[in-house]
């Protein structure tokens, strides 16, 4: 099992839980679509995943580690060496340009591979636009380099907030398709949140939030 979630609650100063009892697992190589109504806290659970946030009880265990017990460096290894996010926002560093943008984060974790980068450029269909900058991009194009970026480490897992929510169809299908593949081919995870039951059919499993718990 790669990912699991055992009863976690998670509430935000001041207010009533956003998660009451979630519980739910991924194994390795294993796409899941997460959906809900917009504030049933689908963000919140990914960001609990991602190790951006703590929870007030239960547990997340990933990759054979409990989380509740790690400290701000464990959690940031986490995100260095196991997880990798795309997020809605292509969220590039502006002054970057396509290929150094692609290749920032495994080589800030220390996990640079030249010959796996060239494949995700090529895979990803940027060879031609590898010197340029974010604002000469679109928006399928930006995001496809922020694929790019997230699996330049090879994570075990990736998590992926309204990944096309920004793209029309025809990018969004292309997004979707590339994401897809290149998880399969390296046998990560995938946990998607969307709106899209379309998206969600795409992918191995589904799992729904309501009410702070899954239905
Ligand atoms: N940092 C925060 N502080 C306080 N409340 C928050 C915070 N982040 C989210 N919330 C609240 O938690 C609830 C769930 O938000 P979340 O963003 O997880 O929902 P969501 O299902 O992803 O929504 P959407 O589909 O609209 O993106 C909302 O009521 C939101 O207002």
Redesign the pocket.
């Known amino acids: 099992m790669l990912l699991s979630i055992e009863h976690v609650r998670k509430s935000?100063?001041?207010?009533r839980p956003?998660l009451n009892d979630v519980s739910l697992t991924l194994e390795q190589g294993q796409t899941l679509a997460l959906t809900?109504?917009?504030?049933?806290?689908?963000?919140?659970?990914?960001?609990l995943v991602a190790a951006l946030?703590g929870f007030d009880s239960g547990e997340i265990t990933l990759d054979g580690g409990p989380m509740s017990p790690l400290d701000d460096a464990a959690r940031a290894a986490l995100r260095r060496n196991t997880l990798s996010l795309v997020f809605q926002q292509f969220n590039l560093i502006p002054s970057l340009t396509v290929a150094q943008n692609l290749s920032i984060h495994a080589r800030l974790a220390g996990r640079d591979n030249p010959e796996w980068i060239t494949h995700l450029t090529e895979r990803l269909g940027l060879i031609d636009l590898q010197d340029r900058y974010p604002e000469n991009l679109s928006g399928g194009q930006q995001q496809r380099v922020a694929i790019g970026r997230a699996m330049a480490i090879r994570p075990r897992l990736l998590l992926a907030?309204?990944p096309t929510g920004n793209l029309d169809e025809t990018a969004s299908a292309v997004v979707l398709d590339l994401m897809l593949s290149l998880v399969a081919d390296t046998d990560a995870a995938l946990l998607l949140?969307t709106?899209s039951t379309e998206i969600a059919s795409r992918l191995d499993r589904r799992a729904h939030?309501t009410g702070g718990c899954i239905e």
């Open positions: 935000y100063p001041g207010g956003v809900g109504e917009s504030g049933s806290g689908k963000s919140t659970l990914l960001h946030d907030d309204e949140v709106h939030l």
